[in-house]
């Protein structure tokens, strides 16, 4: 099973967080925010219920794609579902077992401050479009 999202770069994206990573549905974010590495997500909160819902095991993999062709950084993560998922604003990876309705994804194998500084470079311009694939299987 498959869901998609699509988010945004911003200018302030630091992506140096050590256990979080977000994407968010603002479309304005200050340096604070650390963890964040897209903004204005698309993310549908009630498709995301029923994926959880129907997802048979709580293992997926979340892959970071760049929608430009010549742009060839991806990233993969690893993680669980968490199924009390409830926020239609934010959507939070951690690597720890914390869980709040924030909280989309635990146990994750990275958090913000990891992921390829080739990616987060390429986050850090306005125009910058990636595409959000979580997949569990089955």
């Known amino acids: 099973m498959i869901y998609k999202f699509n988010a945004y770069g911003h200018q302030n994206i630091l992506g140096t967080h050590k256990t979080t990573l977000e994407f968010t549905k603002d479309k304005e974010v200050s340096l604070k925010g650390d963890c964040i590495i897209g903004v204005n997500a ?3 909160l009630d498709k995301l219920k029923d ?3 129907k997802s048979n095991n709580k293992e997926i ?3 970071v794609l760049p ?3 010549n742009k060839k950084i991806k990233e993969t993560i690893s993680a669980e579902i968490n199924p009390d998922f409830n926020s ?3 959507f939070v ?3 720890t077992d914390f869980v709040s309705e924030r909280t989309f994804a635990i146990n994750s194998n990275k958090a913000a ?3 390829k500084r080739d990616l987060i470079g390429f986050l850090k311009e306005k125009k910058s ?3 959000i694939v979580i997949e569990n299987f089955e």
Do not use: G, V
Request: glycine share 0%.
């Open 129 to 131: 479009k990636i595409s």
């Open 67 to 69: 929608f430009q062709k």
């Open 113 to 115: 401050f990891e992921l």
């Open 61 to 63: 993999t979340i892959a």
């Open 88 to 90: 239609d604003k934010e």
């Open 93 to 95: 990876i951690r690597k």
């Open 42 to 44: 698309d993310f549908d």
């Open 51 to 53: 994926f959880i819902k």
